[in-house]
């Protein structure tokens, strides 16, 4: 796990909206939290840069940060990502055509959940802005789980 830090929240950033490019300008906000120093594009590079070594130290692709116009792109599916994992189950029970096999879905989806989000995450914009997202998520799986129970009779389980 990475210490809190600047590219801590970078890293964050990106993987709460991977697959999506994220603007600079957000990414800016995110890291910084407050006015960004004149030289903050320049140290966004940087940041980005020292994610790319710490990946590549440990094997990881090089390209899993892309730079894009206008911002950076990060790359993960539900098989690196457990955020994505989640969401590909909660949106596979939405679509499972049985209560049995959707209950088991939001389950595995929930277990994926250790703690509040991004508590090693500093950033005060992320904090404000995806946290109260990400945990509604979660809520939502759970209230959706719990009526499934209640449904079934299963008053204890709920």
């Keep these: ?7 801590t929240n970078l890293l964050a950033t990106l993987l709460i909206h991977s697959g999506r490019v994220v603007s600079a300008n957000y990414l800016l906000d995110t890291v910084w939290d407050t006015e ?6 320049a140290a966004l590079q940087s940041c980005v840069l020292r994610l790319r070594r710490l990946f590549a130290k440990y094997g990881i692709a090089h390209d899993t940060i892309e730079s894009m116009p206008g911002g950076y792109r990060m790359g993960a599916d539900s098989s690196t990502l457990d955020l994505a994992s989640f969401r590909a189950l909660v ?21 994926l959940w250790q703690g509040p ?3 090693n995450v500093t950033s005060q ?10 945990t509604e998520e979660r809520l939502s ?7 499934i129970e209640l449904e079934q009779g299963r008053c204890r389980q709920a």
Excluded: F, I, N, Y
């Design 1 to 7: 796990m990475l210490q809190p830090s600047k590219p």
């Design 36 to 41: 960004p120093p004149a030289t903050a594009r």
């Design 91 to 111: 949106g596979s029970a939405e679509v499972a055509t049985d209560r049995a096999t959707e209950s088991r879905l939001l389950r595995q989806a929930l277990s």
């Design 117 to 119: 989000p991004l508590t």
């Design 125 to 134: 914009t992320l904090h404000r802005d995806e946290v109260p997202r990400l």
């Design 141 to 147: 799986a759970l209230e959706r789980l719990c009526d």
